[in-house]
């Protein structure tokens, strides 16, 4: 019973978006093969993003995001996060504008996660809801 909670509990949470914004992989207004989505169970936790299926390819900004330098060693830029990459370095309050190389995907996947905003980095959105990733 706790778990059908927290599966529903995790769905309502990440369901919304904030807006729309391009893809982080090109081509950016391109679908692209996802391995793992939101709130799939894991052992001992629910997967907070969805796994995008690039391996060995640059990271696009997918929204216009502003820098908070302590975010670049958690893999945060604006209200994004990254696993498996490799973040370029960009000046304190510098503003990234949809479209611009921030990094690279150093595994077999880009793992993606969308926040509320950088000051709310706990808090999981949908990548795949209305209004998010398109097309």
Not at 18 to 46: C, K, M
Not at 47 to 75: K, M
Request: with cysteine; hydrophobic share 35%.
């Amino acid at each position: 019973m706790r778990v059908k909670i927290l599966i529903v509990l995790v769905f309502f949470l990440g369901a919304g978006s904030l807006s729309a914004y391009q893809w982080p992989v090109r081509p950016q207004d391109g679908q692209h093969g996802i391995n793992s989505t939101l709130g799939e169970y894991r052992v001992g936790y629910f997967h907070a993003g969805v796994d995008i299926n690039e391996a060995a390819d640059s990271i696009y900004c997918p929204d216009t995001s502003i820098v908070d330098s302590t975010e670049l060693r958690d893999r945060w830029i604006g209200r994004f996060r990254y696993w498996h990459v490799s973040l370029l370095d960009f000046p304190h309050d510098d503003t990234v504008q949809p479209g611009a190389t921030i990094g690279y995907i150093t595994g077999s996947h880009l793992h993606f996660r969308e926040s509320s905003s950088r000051l709310s980095p706990h808090d999981a959105l949908n990548p795949l809801g209305d209004s998010a990733l398109t097309p």
